[in-house]
T-cell receptor
Framework: DADVTQTPRNRITKTGKRIMLECSQTKGHDRMYWYRQDPGLGLRLIYYSFDVKDINKGEISDGYSVSRQAQAKFSLSLESAIPNQTALYFC??????????????FGPGTRLTVL | RKEVEQDPGPFNVPEGATVAFNCTYSNSASQSFFWYRQDCRKEPKLLMSVYSSGNEDGRFTAQLNRASQYISLLIRDSKLSDSATYLCAVMGGNTGKLIFGQGTTLQVKP
């Protein structure tokens, strides 16, 4: 079983719709992250959470919100989707007490298309 | 200037070749450095953490040059299966936040 799972894996939606992307992990890590990836731009951080009561904006948080429902779950919402939010979205986890350098581990990604 | 920069390539090399990628970073307070491998439409997977003294894992060698603020990845005896995009990532201090380069594409040809 995958340690970090994301649902849905693919989603096509229309402009103005609300959509939620979900991330679950069985790694027991405290820290969770949401990134988006666009061609030629690499991965950019949207939001991150270091524990259940901690939520922080990343580089590109406008138009997004998050919810950390439990240690293992971190959801990303687009309240009113727009076409330039079409991208590949990745969830990641880490734990500074595991490994040497606080490495991050990624879920399989959600491909979102906003028409 | 981007915080983390890579030459996007593509690098097209024959099997058996040695190829090297560099990645520069602008924040001198950066503490941790990584190389990830990403196959088309898949998630990034950690290839190597980069240690201050440099480190090697089989055909892969990572180096850190703090004075010039870059990290490098050397791949020896390239295999067809090495074809992928290689992302460097840099973490500033203890922020826990990774900044990624845009990735370098490697295509190994028979």
């Amino acid at each position: 079983d995958a340690d970090v799972t994301q649902t849905p894996r693919n989603r096509i939606t229309k402009t103005g719709k609300r959509i939620m992307l979900e991330c679950s992990q069985t790694k027991g890590h405290d820290r969770m992250y949401w990134y988006r990836q666009d061609p030629g731009l690499g991965l950019r951080l949207i939001y991150y959470s270091f524990d259940v009561k901690d939520i922080n904006k990343g580089e590109i948080s406008d138009g997004y919100s998050v919810s950390r429902q439990a240690q293992a779950k971190f959801s990303l919402s687009l309240e009113s989707a727009i076409p330039n939010q079409t991208a590949l979205y990745f969830c990641a986890t880490s734990d500074p007490n595991v490994g040497t350098y606080n490495e991050q581990f990624f879920g399989p990604g959600t491909r979102l298309t906003v028409l | 200037r981007k915080e983390v920069e890579q030459d996007p390539g593509p690098f097209n090399v024959p099997e058996g070749a040695t190829v090297a990628f560099n990645c520069t970073y602008s924040n001198s307070a950066s503490q941790s450095f990584f190389w990830y491998r990403q196959d088309c439409r898949k998630e990034p997977k950690l290839l190597m953490s980069v240690y201050s003294s440099g480190n090697e894992d089989g055909r892969f060698t990572a180096q850190l040059n703090r004075a010039s603020q870059y990290i490098s990845l050397l791949i020896r005896d390239s295999k067809l299966s090495d074809s992928a995009t290689y992302l460097c990532a840099v973490m500033g201090g203890n922020t826990g936040k990774l900044i990624f380069g845009q990735g370098t594409t490697l295509q190994v040809k028979p």
